[in-house]
């Protein structure tokens, strides 16, 4: 294998940066947590450093403050902010030059309970993009479908008005799911399939009480699971798989947590199913199927705490943000802890992996690169990006990355040395 650090390593690199079109898996950034929903990233390789020689600013702009992720399609970037607390806005941007294509908005905001105020009162959920239309979840449970090319309303729905359910404590949080004719949203106190040219209730399911307690943190995921194909739900107080065409729960298993705070999207490695939380434990549950039931059996618990960081997998390892702030490394399969990180990260670390690499930026504003070591924590450079904090997820497309801090969005390209 050629070095790392060999002309030819450079050459390649360059030729690759500067090559296209990318492979359709990393063009484009439509949803929470990429093209796949799992934090992988194809394209061209990442160089080994982070300084301006290899990834440069090439536009920002200013905006109000939100926790979405960017959302990237071929020529444009989109994402939301609240503005003086009353306005949820949506903006489109030219993904060359970051200027200002079209915006929408509506009266939205609503105010979180006090002992939350810490992480601020603005808008969450990260919108889904689907060809021409951008799903985009509001803090007062609703669900605003808009064309791409002008901004303009599809259809609104409004799960408080229509189901007659709790407003939020905490606002619509679940990043929208699209799968074929469906979005799938936790939302409205239950679990929903809407029609996603209409936005008509296809079925509702795992309803729960709603308000401080019922809403959701969590985003659903689809995965095969012993061979059946299911979306897979974490609720406040339990995690399910659901049958995406009548809404059947197929199994439920109760999660232990302070308070509910079940944060992170869980993830499925082969039969495994990984989820961690704040107050409880990490646990591997494995799920078999026999005889047309589902058993869901905890293969192995971890004492270490998540939050709200979603791990990513590489080679059956995952690469999970802890409670304590520190980054741990375990095994799936067997739930042994490979190694922990001496050092602390932010109160967020979102992470994007492309081969044995991983994109790590932390709440603080801080970016890492990291090798996915499943022996030690390899650090290979790490640079301040923001100035501002930034608890959206990173975004990767192509040789670009996108950053939303909690005060603007700016756009970084990979450039050959």
């Known amino acids: 294998m050629k070095s790392l650090h060999s002309p030819l390593f450079y050459l390649a690199l360059a030729v690759g940066l500067l090559a296209g079109p990318f492979p359709a898996r990393s063009a484009t950034w439509p949803q929470w947590r990429g093209p796949g929903r799992d934090g992988q990233v194809g394209g061209a390789p990442w160089p080994q450093k982070l300084d301006t020689n290899y990834l440069r600013q090439i536009w920002r702009v200013e905006l109000g403050p939100s926790y979405s992720g960017p959302i990237v399609s071929a020529d444009r970037v989109f994402t939301t902010e609240t503005k003086d607390r009353q306005l949820e806005v949506v903006t489109a941007f030219e993904r060359a030059t970051g200027k200002e294509i079209w915006r929408a908005q509506w009266s939205g905001a609503i105010s979180v309970p ?124 339990q995690i399910a798989g659901v049958d995406s065409a009548d809404g059947k729960v197929l199994w439920s298993q109760a999660v232990a947590s302070f308070q509910g705070m079940n944060i992170l999207t869980p993830v499925v490695y082969q039969d495994i199913l990984f989820t961690s939380t ?35 997998i590489v080679n059956g390892v995952a690469y999970e943000h802890l409670r304590s702030q520190r980054l741990m490394a375990i095994e799936l399969e067997t739930g042994r802890e490979a190694w922990t990180a001496s050092e602390g990260f932010g109160q967020y670390l979102s992470q994007v992996a492309q081969g044995d690499r991983i994109l790590a930026l932390d709440q603080r504003g801080l970016l890492y690169l990291f090798r996915a070591n499943p022996v030690r924590f390899e650090l290979l450079d790490q640079r301040r990006i923001a100035v501002g904090d930034t608890w959206a997820h990173l975004a990767v497309a192509d040789q670009e990355l996108f950053v939303r801090e909690l005060h603007a969005l700016t756009a970084f390209r990979w450039v050959a040395p």
Request: with cysteine; charged share 20%; hydrophobic share 40%.
């Open 114 to 237: 006090f002992f939350a105020k810490a992480n601020g009162d603005w808008i969450r959920s990260t919108p889904a993009l689907d060809g021409d239309r951008l799903y985009v979840a509001g803090m007062r449970d609703v669900l605003v479908c808009l064309d791409v090319r002008d901004g303009k309303e599809v259809w609104r729905k409004d799960f408080v008005k229509e189901l007659g359910t709790p407003l939020p404590d905490f606002g619509f949080v679940c990043s929208p799911l699209i799968d074929g004719d469906a979005v799938y949203v936790q939302a409205g106190a239950s679990f929903v399939r809407l029609n996603k040219a209409t936005g008509a209730t296809v079925w509702r399911t795992l309803a729960d009480k709603g308000g401080m307690y019922g809403s959701a943190f969590s985003s659903p995921v689809l995965a095969t699971i012993a061979g059946r194909r299911q979306l897979v739900v974490q609720a406040r107080e």
């Open 278 to 312: 704040y107050g409880g434990k990490t646990i591997g549950y494995k799920i078999t199927e026999a005889g047309g039931k589902f058993v869901v059996t905890p293969a192995w618990t971890h004492k270490a705490q998540g939050y709200m960081s979603t791990p990513v």
